[in-house]
């Protein structure tokens, strides 16, 4: 189906901006150029508590901000990395978001501000996501939260960082995850899906694009086959842990994370794929524009209450 009215009006309004297709700047720009999409998030919804600490990395330290819900603690955790292909995003990116999350699955939200690309390459961002969500479990206390309802999540690239932190958790054995919430990820280092074929000149996110997102991230092509760059590419999925993965019909990750989910059910992990038909990629971080980003994170939030009682 074509895209829906609120997702011409809003690819209308961005094709007014005067500036160079984003895989033609350098990443300096790039994240100049991101700071405008800002102005799209959804209103920030008050919140009882944000904090903000660094915690210790792999290479320094790890900045970190933490969203507590009011009410009864302890509460369930989410462990949250923004997108950005790894190159751009921050805190603020996801600030919308997190509120949400945190106020209507009534959890603990910590939101990862991991390392970037092209200045640190594959596996830094990676080792970040692991090592802050290993963090999380082992302060769990101190954050009014409970070690024993821990999930990940996180959309495009963070949705990917998600994805792999799962998979690492369960190859080092050293935590437990009880879900995995992944907007519209980065599955695998590949091109062609019909996706590809049928959204990449169009809706925002192009191949061209995710190319240079991956040029960035990777020190070489080889790397792109790592299942911790490309979870897809892992040996097995058995024992992740259960997953709600949303894409967006206009996505040219539509099908790479579909596959995943197909895959994840295949080995028995319980999985929900919810498409939301006539909208692009991004459209959860757009949802000032695109209420469906609204919905999905109403999605999202009851999915995470169900996984955190279960």
């Known amino acids: 189906m074509p895209a829906n009215s609120e997702t011409q009006a809003l690819l209308a309004e961005i094709a007014q901006w005067e500036f160079p297709p984003i895989s033609k ?14 102005r799209f998030s959804h209103a920030r919804e008050a919140i009882a ?3 903000n600490r660094s915690i210790p990395g792999p290479a320094g330290e790890i900045p970190l901000r933490i969203y507590t819900p009011a009410g009864q603690a302890p509460f369930p955790v989410l462990v949250y990395f923004h997108g950005g292909g790894w190159v751009i995003g921050n805190l603020e990116m996801e600030e919308s978001i997190c509120r949400t999350l945190a106020n209507r699955a009534d959890c603990v939200v910590v939101s990862v501000d991991y390392r970037l690309a092209p200045e640190h390459l594959f596996p830094a961002a990676a080792e970040d996501a692991y090592a802050a969500t290993l963090w999380v479990a082992n302060h769990a206390a101190e954050l009014n939260a409970d070690r024993d309802r821990l999930a990940v999540g996180g ?38 899906t019909p996706s590809y074929r049928q959204n990449s000149k169009y809706y925002l996110l192009t191949k061209p ?20 760059a490309s979870p897809m590419f892992a040996k097995t999925l058995h024992n992740l842990p259960p997953a709600l993965i949303i894409t967006a019909e206009l996505d040219i990750l539509r099908d790479e994370a579909e596959l995943y989910g197909d895959r ?44 955190f009682k279960a």
């Open 155 to 192: 959309e495009s690239a963070g949705g990917n960082l998600a994805a792999v932190v799962a998979q690492m958790a369960r190859d080092r054995q050293s935590l437990s995850l009880v879900y995995q919430l992944l907007f519209y990820p980065v599955i695998q280092y590949r091109f062609d």
């Open 25 to 38: 700047l350098n990443p300096t720009k790039v994240r100049e150029v991101n700071e405008i999409f800002l």
């Open 209 to 228: 694009l995710m190319k240079w997102f991956w040029d960035c991230y990777l020190t070489s092509a080889a790397d792109g086959k790592n299942p911790y």
């Open 264 to 307: 994840l059910q295949a080995a028995g992990v319980p999985v929900k794929i919810s498409r939301y038909n006539g909208t692009i990629h991004g459209f959860v971080n757009l949802a000032k524009k695109l209420p469906q980003g609204l919905s999905a994170l109403e999605e999202a939030s009851t999915a995470l209450s169900a996984a």
């Open 49 to 51: 508590q944000v904090e």
